[in-house]
């Protein structure tokens, strides 16, 4: 009996602390760092696909590139805290991306930024599965019905697509990422918008995406956040809201356009749609207990000398939002940019950004 004793007694000992402290999964550790984070007052900033390419520029071998090079960083002198990648394309089976980025530069891509301190988020541009056309294709309004159970695409998204984004999400390894699927649904510019899928269609397309990758591949590297487009209220952010045990971040898109009346008129009415919008998914985010963010916004070409000081920042900087995130600066679409790049004139408005409290960069060492 005596020879027992340790081991009863280890044994009594897990019982008593509750058992051995569970590890935290990747996706833990990111709910946590972006807890933390949005405590200490911090709003991260964020650009999509900040390593792959950038105003006039892109990686070309990826294998041997350091990936050292980004937009923000030659304003900056700093990485964005939050890197974008997009997988358009990934459910073909493409080796790249709808923006011509190798998957395997995705991959490195997002796991480098992680390394170096970044937070990565996912976004999905897929092509329609029913016409062959791209996610734009809004010409008919069964897609999302035939991609659910009983529809006669039912198969070829559980069988082949699913498990081609699972693959990729699974091959990020420890790499944790805010996954952001079937965004902008609030419009009707993606073959997942409002007009094209009754709010009952869009939150089985949600939560069948989630079943199959948190549940069915059973991926502990990722956060879901549901964002839809702005011009809405609570009531109608809620409609098509997927639900609280599947959603992490509640986000929002807004990007600033410029009406004939020119770009003061315009920022200011952007502004204040901005506060009125995250005034309301902050009041949501606190009943539902969840993070905020403001999950790409922008204006292209920039063409306001103070966009990011006099726009941007004032806009934002009063709500716990754990990151803003600006589109892409497109290498081969010259006018097609959202961050301040080395030798446009708004630069020096961008860097004074960057230094603004509380918005955070991350160092690059
Ligand atoms: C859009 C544009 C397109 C791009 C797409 C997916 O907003 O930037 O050029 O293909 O996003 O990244």
Not at 282 to 294: E, F, P, R, T
Not at 339 to 356: H, T
């Amino acid at each position: 009996m005596m020879k027992y004793l340790p081991i009863i007694l280890a044994a009594l000992a897990a019982v008593s602390c509750g058992g051995p402290k569970p590890v935290e999964t990747p996706a833990q550790k990111l709910h946590a760092k972006l807890s933390q984070s949005v405590k200490d007052g911090k709003i991260l900033y964020g650009h999509q696909d900040d390593l792959a390419y950038g105003h006039a520029w892109k990686v070309e071998d990826w294998e041997a590139d350091p990936l050292d090079r980004s937009d923000v960083k030659a304003v900056t002198g700093k990485y964005p805290a939050v890197m974008g990648v997009e997988l358009g394309g990934i459910e073909m089976g493409d080796k790249a991306s709808l923006d011509s980025v190798d998957f395997g530069l995705i991959r490195k891509a997002a796991k480098l930024h992680a390394e170096r301190g970044g937070v990565v988020t996912v976004s999905w541009h897929p092509r329609n599965p029913l016409t062959g056309g791209d996610a734009w294709d809004v010409s008919s309004d069964q897609v999302v019905k035939s991609l659910l159970e009983g529809g006669e695409l039912h198969d070829l998204f559980m069988d082949t697509w699913l498990p081609r984004l699972g693959d990729f999400l699974e091959s990020l390894g420890e790499t944790p990422v805010i996954f952001r699927p079937w965004h902008e649904c609030s419009e009707s510019w993606f073959w997942w918008g409002s007009k094209l899928c009754s709010a009952d269609e869009y939150k089985a397309l949600f939560r069948t995406t989630w079943s199959y990758l948190t549940e069915t591949r059973g991926l502990k590297n990722l956060l879901w956040c549901y964002s839809p487009n702005g011009g809405i209220d609570a009531d109608e952010y809620l409609e098509r809201y997927p639900g609280d045990d599947v959603i992490d971040l509640m986000g929002l898109d807004q990007y600033e356009f410029i009406g004939p009346d020119g770009f003061g008129p315009s920022g200011e009415r952007f502004a204040a749609e901005i506060i009125r919008s995250l005034g309301f998914v902050h009041a949501l985010s606190i009943g539902h207990n969840k993070l905020m963010c403001l999950s790409e916004t922008g204006l292209e070409g920039i063409p306001d000398p103070q966009w990011w000081t006099g726009v941007l920042y004032p806009a934002i900087k009063d709500f716990p939002i754990a990151y803003v995130l600006t589109w892409r600066n497109a290498w081969d679409k010259p006018g097609h940019f959202y961050a301040g790049w080395d030798g446009f004139a708004n630069a020096p408005d961008f860097k004074a950004f960057s230094e603004l409290d509380p918005i955070a960069f991350l160092e690059a060492k």
